[in-house]
């Protein structure tokens, strides 16, 4: 029973996160008439979010006032740099109405349509990578601290592939002054891209290469490569093709970075990602979560060496490895 409604969080927070609930009472509690009253929403239908809500553990209630938890204070208010909501809005408003489709896409092994294929793929991209950007940025302030970018002598030129809201190489030039980065999307995403460099202060150290990841060339002599979330919606061929290119585009001694959803050897774990792997035939035409040893064969026959994990939060650890 409780898969069956497993629907029912996911949406009661997503309401929640768009009648700003959370954002309210940041700072000081309030009764449902007051929550009502700020919102704009009605006693009724916030009455029967909230109280799920204090139930899941995301508000809590001390009389007739409702106050926020550790979590939700932390994750679910929109002003806050590690607010998580734009994943619950990709979810219920881009991801389910797909899944409703399931039965006909296990049948015929083919999604209604490809995101990964620019067009549709433009406006489903571009609806979502800024909501995504804080599931990200934690890593790279990890990933930032392990490569110590800033120590090397000269420019450090950073190619961020298939770059959505330039996360990856954000939180890499951000991190040293003698970093530079180059983002490379479609055209249709790169404007995504661009507003959040510029939100950072950022794009003087910027350069932008619109395209597709399979035919354009993405220039040569980078000393870090990022694939943030990418392979899985490439597919096994498409993903050691791109794997080949990648090492083409590095200088010697250059770094690959790689961030998925990975799935254990044998494809029994964890259950967040063989979820993802669902989500991928739901959105994809040949996508899939791969593991760390699948990977790490790929990285072997592209060139690369010392293929090896760095652990940094979120859903999986990152993949590195070196091109000799």
Avoid at 144 to 149: P, S
Avoid at 167 to 173: A, D, N, P, Q
Avoid at 226 to 238: C, K, P, R
């Amino acid at each position: 029973m409780q898969f069956g409604w497993g629907y029912a969080p996911t949406l009661a927070i997503e309401a929640a996160i768009h009648h700003h609930v959370f954002d309210v009472l940041d700072g000081e509690p309030k009764t449902l008439a007051e929550t009502a009253a700020a919102t704009g929403a009605s006693e009724r239908g916030l009455r029967s979010i909230m109280n799920l809500l204090v139930g899941l553990g995301f508000l809590a209630r001390n009389g007739d006032k409702f106050t926020l938890t550790p979590e939700s204070e932390a994750f679910l208010v929109s002003t806050k740099p590690s607010f998580q909501g734009g994943m619950f809005k990709h979810i219920s408003r881009q991801l389910l109405p797909k899944w409703l489709g399931l039965n006909e896409v296990v049948a015929s092994g083919k999604p209604a349509y490809s995101v990964n294929v620019e067009g549709d793929g433009t406006a489903f991209f571009q609806a979502f990578v800024h909501d995504i950007f804080p599931m990200s940025y934690p890593a790279t302030q990890v990933l930032a601290a392990h490569l110590a970018l800033g120590k090397r002598e000269g420019t450090v030129r950073i190619l961020d592939l298939a770059a959505g809201s330039g996360v990856w190489s954000i939180g890499l030039t951000q991190s040293a002054p003698n970093v530079e980065a180059t983002a490379f999307d479609w055209e249709g995403v790169l404007p995504a891209t661009r507003a959040m460099v510029e939100r950072f202060g950022l794009t003087a150290r910027y350069n932008f290469i619109a395209g597709d990841l399979n035919t354009t060339p993405f220039g040569s002599g980078y000393d870090v490569a990022t694939l943030g979330h990418i392979l899985h919606s490439e597919g096994a061929a498409h993903s050691q093709t791109l794997l080949k290119k990648t090492f083409d585009a590095l200088k010697p001694g250059g770094t690959i970075v790689i961030a998925e959803f990975l799935v254990n050897a044998d494809r029994t774990g964890p259950p967040g990602s063989l979820i993802f792997a669902v989500n991928m035939l739901v959105n994809t035409e040949d996508g899939d979560a791969f593991s760390f040893e699948e990977i790490s064969e790929w990285l072997k026959a592209a060139g690369f060496v010392d293929a090896r994990t760095l652990d940094a939060p979120g859903p999986s650890p990152l993949i590195l490895a070196t091109k000799p």
